[in-house]
């Protein structure tokens, strides 16, 4: 029994150091540091100045702008991303013929690298070489610049997000759809009920778990935003694209404040932690509540 118990241990040693290494560790390390004054490039090393940094990140003004972009662009991309997801899967699981040629080139934009759609997209929306201006220059309207107009550059990120990730939506809603049993439909159409009652009544009901998986999922997701903000705009203009993320960086990666970086990455981890709660209780309220029915 002990050399069974044993053997498990060994077994599992190597996965724990590798957690601890990947997780614990660099939380630790940035907790940490974000009560010190760490500068990468000082030659006095650090010291501890307690709340400071935490201080100084919640009364800057470009911190409380990158929070509003963060909040604001996860609130209209989820929702977003999960209203056409779910319709689109509506749609699909409605369909007797093409289904499976739609399901496939749909996730195309999904599979490619964040990276990768941000560079297609920042030439596609070039005003000067750009294809989008070249068509809309054929109905006499632009060019625009799409990307350092500050009433435009949100939206046109947003946009680019929710062409990437919708597919992924529609994925995880398409396969929750098709686990509704159609015994259920078939006895709602023999009821009489039309196709919102049977929408609203059965089909939600049962995907619920799926959507609310769904949002906590593409919630987390657009809190890292990172990679198309840096890309297509640097977080300009006038910090009308700046995210928490890349707030971090400039201040943590790029000017070398890894104290101060290390605050408003705590910060960023509690927001998240909070939207990450509440999807927990509300799906377990929901949970309690499908049992006690």
């Known amino acids: 029994m002990q050399s069974k118990r044993r053997f498990q241990w ?11 290494g990947l997780t614990v560790f660099p939380v630790v390390y940035t907790i940490s540091n974000s009560f010190t004054d760490y500068y990468y ?8 100045i307690g709340l400071d ?10 911190f409380r702008q990158a ?3 963060t909040v604001k662009f996860m609130l209209l991309a989820v929702s977003l991303e999960t209203a056409l997801g779910l319709a689109i899967a509506v749609l699909i699981d ?20 964040p990276v990768t759609v941000a560079l297609i997209w920042q030439m596609m929306l070039s005003n000067h070489n750009g294809i989008i201006n070249h068509m809309l220059a054929w109905f006499g309207a632009g060019p625009f ?13 947003l946009f680019i997000d929710i062409w990437q990730w919708t597919p992924f939506a529609f994925l995880l809603l398409y396969a929750g759809l098709q686990a509704v049993p159609r015994s259920q439909y078939e006895a709602a159409k023999v009821d009489g009920a039309g196709k919102l009652r049977i929408f609203t009544h059965i089909t939600l009901p049962n995907i619920m778990p799926t959507l609310l998986l769904v949002i906590l999922l593409r919630t987390i997701d657009t809190f890292r935003l990172f990679d198309k903000v840096n890309i297509l705009t640097g977080g300009g203009p006038a910090n009308s694209t700046t995210t928490i993320t890349q707030y971090i960086y400039r201040h943590g990666v790029y000017n070398l404040q890894i104290g101060y970086g290390a605050a408003a990455s705590i910060i960023m981890v509690a927001l998240v932690l909070v939207f990450s709660v509440i999807y927990i209780k509300r799906s377990l309220g929901g949970n309690e509540h499908e049992m006690r029915r």
């Open 67 to 69: 929070v509003w972009n």
């Open 41 to 48: 490039l000082a030659s006095d090393g650090k010291k501890f």
């Open 53 to 62: 940094n935490y201080v100084k990140v919640v009364q800057d003004e470009v």
């Open 10 to 20: 060994a077994m599992l040693t190597p996965v724990i150091l590798l957690l601890i």
């Open 94 to 113: 409605s369909l007797k013929k093409g289904a499976k040629f739609l399901r496939v080139s749909l996730l195309i934009p999904s599979l490619l690298p």
């Open 145 to 157: 610049n799409f990307l350092m107009d500050i009433h435009i550059a949100f939206n046109a990120i």
